[in-house]
C-alpha cells in the first residue's frame, strides 16, 4: 500500500495566477483556520483489468477537524447548501436541524461513505463511550473511472489513521486522501485548499476553503475568467460535464447557522468562475463550520465581504485541485492526465514567480 | 436468536376503535397497495447487565419494498418530509433532488443506518453489477433503553434475510424487525401500519403506512381523540417525550414529487393526532412513494382526500403499533410494558366486536 | 360602518376546558408577550344580494406588532413555517432570509393583502423617511362565503387605524379584524388567542398566540380531543374542509432564528389536534417572532418544553376563535352559525366554573 | 411622460462576443421561447433635487406573459429558485406549493411591488370574474438611486399598458420598463434577455432568459470570463457591490415543477459567471415556467444540457442588460454611465462584425 508523494506540482499563486482582491491566509488552506486539522490517506496500489473487490486501487480518505478536542462535546455551529443532489453525503439533515456539526468531517469515494460513517462512529464513540447517539459527516465524489469502487476499500483503520494523523500545516493538493481517484474538467484533479482573511475593525478572521474535485467539462474551464478550456483540452477525454464537488468552509468568525447557510450558498459562485456547470449527476454539497464558540456576534450588514471570501477561495481552491494533481493511471488503462503547467503558463502569459 | 411470535394483541378495529371516515383496504396494512413488500427481522438474545457489543440484543431490522422487481431499474416516484431531523435518515438528499426512490427502504436502530446501508448497497449491487452509484434509503429510531445499541447487531445477512423474505401478505405489528426494541407514550411500541382506499371516479386507489413508533409521553396520548394519557400511564416511567418516528407512505395513485411531498407533509397530522409533540430529540422523518409509474396524473383539486387518507392511516398505524407491542425486558432489567388491552377498552368504554 | 361589539360568548377554559398542562399568561392571549399589542378593525356594512365592489361587507384588518417602539430601527427575530402555501402570505422570503420582522405583521381577507402591505409600507415609511427598503409582512385568509371579497374594503386608513389603535390589553377575539367574515369546521369562526407560561431555572417565559381561523371541515372537529364534530355539526353546512389559517406566535424567549423555525413547526401540531387537516385549498402559515433582543440563550436541550407550549396555545387559540364567534349573516344571505355552546357543554359534559 | 427610445447601443453578439457553446433563438429573447409575451412601460419626467412623491421619476413596469390566452384558466408548470432574499417578491410560496404560475410576471422596483400585485389581480379577475383567489406574481430591485422610490409611481394603468402591449417580438433591452433606473457593476444596467435552443433528438427547445440586472461591483465585472473590472470602472462610483437581480427563465420543453427548480438554479451560475457575488442586500430570485402544457415528459438524464442552456442565456442576458443600457441622469445629479462600448471593444480586442 503506497502512500502519496508530496506533489512538486506549483498551487495557483506559484505560477502567478492572483485569484480575488482579498489577502490570503498563512498557508493559504483551510488548516489556517486556528485549530483546524486537515488529513488524507491514499489508497493506490494494483493496475491492470478492474476486478471488483480487489483493484486496481485508486482511492482514500480525507479528514477534516473543526479543532482537536473532542468535537462532540464541544460541537462546532454549522450549515450546509446543496448545489445539486445527486449524492450520497451522510448527517446533514440533523446538521440543518441542530445548526451544528459533532464529529470531523470525512471525504471519500461514492460507495464507501456508509462503511466510512460506521468508523467515525467507532471513532467517536470510543472518546463518548456513555453517547447512543452520533451524527457522523461523510461526504464523497465517485472515482469509478480510475478505481475499483465497487471494492470500497476505504476501510475503518484507514479512517482512523486519517483522523489521528490530521495536522494544522497539512496543505497537501491534488491526488491525495480522497482525491487520490478524481478527475476535473478532463484532467486529473482532487483536492484543494485555499483560504482569505477578513478584517472588521481591528480583528481578522480567516475563511479557509478545502474542497474535493471531481466536476466539469474539459472545455468550460475558466482559470481567473479566462477560458482557457475552449484551447486546452486533454486528448482523447469526452467533453461530457462529469460530477461531482464537496466544498468544506471553515471560518473562526463567530457566524450563527443563518448566517452560515448564506456563506455556504456562495460556494457556489466560486464554482460557477471555475466554469462548471453542475450537471444532472454532479452531488455538489457545501458545509460550512465555524470555530468561533463565543458569544461574539458579527454586524451582518457586512457580511458581504464573508461572501467574497468564500468565492476567491473557492474559486481558487478549485484550480489548486486541478494544477497540483499529476496524471494517474487507473484500471484497464483508463488515465486522467494533471494539465500540462507550461501549456497553462503558456496560454494564459503568465510571469511566474521565480 | 429467537424469532418473533406473531403478535395475538388486538389491533386497534379489533377492539372497536375505528379512526377516520374512509374504508380501510383488505389487509388494512401499507401491504395493500399492490406490489408493496414487508420483511421483519427480529433478534432477540440475551438479558441481564448492558455489555456493549455482546448485548443483551433487542433490535431488527424493516424492508419495505415498493415493488418485486428490480427497483433501481424500475424506480418510483417519491418524497420526503422532515418534521424533526434529530435523526440519521439516509439517503433524502438525492431522493428530494431526483424525486426517486432506487432501493427497497430499511428501518433499524440509530447506530446500525450505516452498516444497514452498507448491506443495502451489496444487494442492489449484485442486482446491477454494472452501476457504480446507488442511493440507499435507511431509517432508524433510538432502541438504546432496551437494546445494546452500540453493538449495531444487525448485520448484511440480516438485511439480506429482510429483504428476501418480505411478503405482499406480511401485516406483522408491534414487538418485531426494527420495531423490537422501541417505546412509545411509556409503553412499548414498535411497527404498525393501517390503509385507507380513496375512490376518485370509478377508480380505486390505496394509502398504506407503515410507523415505526419510538416517540410521545406517557401522559399526552391521545386514542381517537381521547386523551387516554391522562387516566392510563405505565408505572414507574419518566414522562419525558421519548423520540422519534418513522413513517412510510406507499399509494398507487399517481402522483407527481411535488404532490408526494404535499402527501408526506400530512403524516404529521397523524402523529399530532396521537398527543405527539415532536420533542427536541426527535428524529421523526417521514417518506413517501407512488408505485404508479403510468403517464396519469390526477386533477389536483382532487387531493384533499388523499390528505385525510394518510392523517387517518398515520393515526392508525401509531395505536396499532402501541397496542399490538407486548411488553419487553431488555438490558439492566429495564422493561417496557405492553399497553393493557383490557384496561384501554374499559377506560374507552370500547365494545369490542366478538 | 358598524365596528365590533366586544362579545360575551365564552372561551375555552370558561366553560371548563383545559387543554393541556402548561399554565398560561395573565390574559392567556398573545399580549400575554411583554411589549406585543393587537389592535382590530372591523369592517360589517351593507346585507343582501352580493355586488362586488359595493358589499355587503363582513371583513377587517389585524395588526400585532411586536413592540411598541420604532420596529424597523429595532427588529425582532423571526421565522416562519409554511404548513400548506395555497396563500398569498406576504414577506416571507426575506424574513428566512434575514432571520427577523421589520415591521407589525398585519392579517386581513386574501384579495387585500396587496393594499394592506402597500398602507404598512407607508407606516414604516412615514416612521423612517431616509429608509428605501421596507419588507411588509401580511397574512391572510378567504372570507369571500360573506364578505364582498373583491371589493377589497380594507384601506389605508383602516391600516392606521388598527395599528394606531394596538394595544398591550387586546383580547377580543370571535367575529372581529380579519377574523369578520372567517369560517371554521362549519361555525363562524375568527380571531383566537392564547399562551402558555414555561419556567427554566428561576425565569419565566412567555408563548403567545393568536390565530386567524378559516378552516377545517365540521365533522373533523376536536375539542381537547374529543371528537365533537362526529356529534354536532352545522344544518345545512358542506362537509368540505375549508381552507386556511394564519398562526402568529410571540414569545421572550431568546430563541435564535433557527429555534423559531423548529417552534413554529410545532404550531402544526395544535392545528391537526383540532382536527384540520390542511386541505388543499389552504392557505396555512406560521410565523414565530422573540421580542427578546438581549444576548442571552437557552439550552436548545430544554426547548421541547416550548414545543409544548405552542401547541397547546394554538390547540386553545382555534377553539376560542370558534367559541367566541357569533352567528353572522353575509352576501347572498350566506349564513355562518356561531357554535352552540350550550350544546357544546353538554355533549363535552362540562361543569363551566360559576 | 416621455417614453423609451429604442436603444441603438449594441448587444453582446453584435460586438463580437459569443458566449457559449449552444445556439441562439431567433430574436435571443425569451420572446423566442414560442407564445411568450413582453411588454414595457417606461416612467421618465422631470429632473433636480428629489421631492418624495414629486419626482424624477425614472422607473417602470416589464410584464412577461407565459402565453396569449387566459394564464388562470390556463396555468403553466413553474418554480422558483431564491439566491439571496433580501427582496420583496410577491407569490412564491404559492408557487412552490402548487407548481403552477396562473398570472402574467410583472417586475417593477422595490416599493411599487405592491400596488402592482394589486393592479395585477385587477387584470386577472377582470378576466376571471367568478374567481375569488389570484396569486399574483411580481418581482423588483431597488432604484432609489436615481428614482424617486418612495413615490412609488407605477399605478395601474401603467400595469395594464404593460400587460396590454406586451408582444412575441419586444425585443427591448436596457433602460425600459422595470430596467429604467437600475443599476449594475456600477454602470447603467436594466433590462436584458438570450435565448438558446437545444436539441433532444429530432425536437427542438428553447430556453429563454430576462432579467433586470441591479447588483455586481464595479471591479467585479466579467464578460465571458475576462475580468473587464479590473480594467474598465466608471469614474467616481463607490466599489460596493450593489444589489438585486431578478431572473426569468421560459422554456417550452416538457419540464415537471421538480425539474424546473433544478434548472432555475443553475441561473446563480449565469449570474456568477459575470463576477457578481449576491452581496448582503441582493434580492435574488430566479422564477422558472414551462409553456409546455402536453403530457410529454424529458429523459431527466439528458437535463444538462438545459443547464448549461440556463447558464449562457443568463450570463448573456446580463451582459445585454449592460451593454444596451445609456447613460441616465436621475435626482440630485445621481448619474450611471452606460459602458463605453468603444473601451470595452478594445480592452477585450475584439473585432466586432461589420
Known amino acids: ?38 488529513g488524507h490517506v491514499t489508497l493506490v496500489s494494483g493496475e491492470g483489468k478492474l476486478k471488483p473487490g480487489k483493484g486496481p486501487i485508486r482511492t482514500g480518505v480525507t479528514a477534516i477537524l473543526p479543532h482537536g478536542g473532542n468535537i462532540f462535546r464541544d460541537k462546532v ?52 463511550p456513555d453517547v447512543y447517539s452520533f451524527n457522523p459527516i461523510v461526504g464523497e465524489c465517485n472515482d469509478s473511472f480510475l478505481n475499483d469502487i465497487l471494492g470500497r476499500h476505504v476501510q475503518r483503520e484507514h479512517v482512523f489513521e486519517a483522523l489521528e494523523s490530521a495536522s494544522e500545516t497539512n496543505i497537501e493538493e491534488g491526488v491525495v486522501g480522497a482525491g487520490t481517484g478524481m478527475s476535473g474538467f478532463g484532467w486529473k484533479a482532487g483536492i484543494g485548499t485555499a483560504s482569505r482573511v477578513v478584517k472588521i475593525g481591528e480583528t481578522e478572521y480567516t475563511i479557509g476553503v478545502l474542497v474535493l474535485t471531481n466536476t466539469g467539462a474539459a ?6 475568467g479566462f477560458p482557457i478550456g475552449r484551447k486546452l483540452t486533454p486528448a482523447e477525454v469526452s467533453d461530457k460535464p462529469l460530477g461531482s464537488i464537496m466544498i468544506i468552509i471553515a471560518t473562526d468568525a463567530p457566524f450563527s447557522h443563518r448566517q452560515l ?31 468561533n464558540r463565543s458569544d461574539a456576534s458579527l454586524d451582518e450588514g457586512g457580511i458581504t465581504v464573508f461572501f467574497r471570501a468564500v468565492i476567491e477561495a473557492t474559486e481558487e481552491s478549485i484550480i489548486n485541485s486541478l494544477l497540483k494533481a499529476h496524471t494517474v493511471v487507473g484500471h484497464d488503462g483508463n488515465v486522467r492526465h494533471g494539465m500540462p503547467i507550461g501549456r497553462v503558463i503558456e496560454i494564459l502569459e503568465l510571469n511566474p514567480p521565480v
Open 77 to 128: 455551529t454549522a450549515s450546509a447548501h446543496i448545489i445539486n443532489a445527486f449524492g450520497k453525503s451522510i448527517g446533514l439533515s440533523q446538521l440543518m436541524e441542530l445548526g451544528v456539526i459533532e464529529t470531523p468531517i470525512l471525504l471519500t469515494n461514492t460507495l464507501n461513505v456508509w462503511t466510512v460513517a460506521d468508523a467515525l462512529v467507532d471513532y467517536v464513540s470510543a472518546q463518548n
Open 219 to 224: 472545455s468550460d474551464l475558466r482559470i481567473d
Open 1 to 38: 500500500m503506497q502512500t502519496s508523494v508530496k506533489s512538486k506540482r506549483p498551487r495557483t499563486r506559484e505560477i502567478g495566477i492572483q485569484i480575488g482582491h482579498l489577502p490570503t491566509g498563512e498557508y493559504n488552506g483551510i488548516i489556517d483556520v486556528p485549530g483546524v486539522k486537515v
Open 261 to 291: 447557510t448564506r456563506v455556504a450558498k456562495r460556494a457556489a459562485f466560486g464554482l460557477a468562475r471555475t466554469g462548471a456547470i453542475a450537471s444532472h449527476g454532479s452531488g455538489d454539497f457545501v458545509i460550512a463550520f465555524s470555530t
